[in-house]
C-alpha cells in the first residue's frame, strides 16, 4: 500500500505496520536483543539516527516521543493555543537535536518502560486520529494550524511510516548480527 491519503487507509496502516514491528520484535533472539546496534561499517548509513540509537528501548522511545509530539500539537491547537508541531527551540532544520535529547531524557529508562509507554501513546494517537473524519485528516486548509499539508499526513508520519522506519532499523540490526 502507498502513502495512505484515507482514514480508514491510515488506521489500517497505522495498525498494520505497529502489529508488523511487534511481530519482527518477538522474532528476536536474545542475542539480537543483546547485542548494541552499529552500524559504523556502512557507509549508506549516514543519518544521524544511525548512530544514536543503540537498542530495542531507544527505537521505542523515539516512537513514543514523536507520538507525544503529536498529541500535545493537535490537542493544543485544538484548544486554541498555537504552536508548532516542532517545539521552540527546534524546529524542521534543527529536530535532530531534538531526537537527541529525546535520547537522552531516556537513558534510564528501561526496555518495559520504553514498551508500556509506546503501546500506550500508540492507543492514544489511534484514538485521537478516531475522532476526526476523513475530510478533516486529509483535506487541505481544514485547519489553518496545520499549514499547507493534511492533518492525516502528521498521523502517517508519527505512525506507519514510523513504525516501517522501525522496522527496516531492526532488520539492519538483525543482519549485523549474523556477521558478529
Not at 528501548?57 to 508548532?84: A, C, M, T
Request: net charge positive.
Amino acid at each position: 500500500m502507498g502513502r495512505p491519503t484515507t482514514k480508514s487507509d491510515l488506521i489500517s496502516a497505522a495498525n498494520g505496520n505497529y502489529e508488523k514491528m511487534n511481530m519482527l520484535i518477538s522474532s528476536l533472539t536474545e542475542k539480537e536483543l543483546s547485542t548494541v546496534f552499529d552500524f559504523s561499517g556502512d557507509d549508506k548509513k549516514k543519518e544521524a539516527h544511525w548512530k544514536r540509537d543503540k537498542n530495542l528501548r531507544d527505537i521505542f522511545i523515539h516512537l513514543y516521543e514523536w507520538h507525544q509530539l503529536l498529541l500535545v500539537w493537535v490537542r493544543s491547537n485544538q484548544k486554541g493555543d498555537r504552536r508548532p508541531f516542532i517545539p521552540k527551540p527546534y524546529n524542521w532544520k534543527t529536530y535532530g537535536d531534538m531526537n537527541m535529547e529525546f535520547w537522552k531524557k531516556h537513558q534510564d529508562t528501561t526496555l518495559e518502560e520504553a514498551k508500556e509507554l509506546l503501546e500506550k501513546s500508540h492507543q492514544e494517537v489511534m484514538k485521537l486520529a478516531e475522532a476526526f473524519s476523513n475530510e478533516e485528516l486529509f483535506s487541505k486548509g481544514v485547519y489553518q494550524w496545520v499549514g499547507g499539508s493534511t492533518l492525516g499526513s502528521y498521523f502517517v508520519s508519527a505512525t506507519a511510516s514510523h513504525y516501517d522506519w522501525a522496522m527496516k532499523k531492526l532488520k539492519a540490526h538483525r543482519k549485523n548480527c549474523k556477521n558478529i
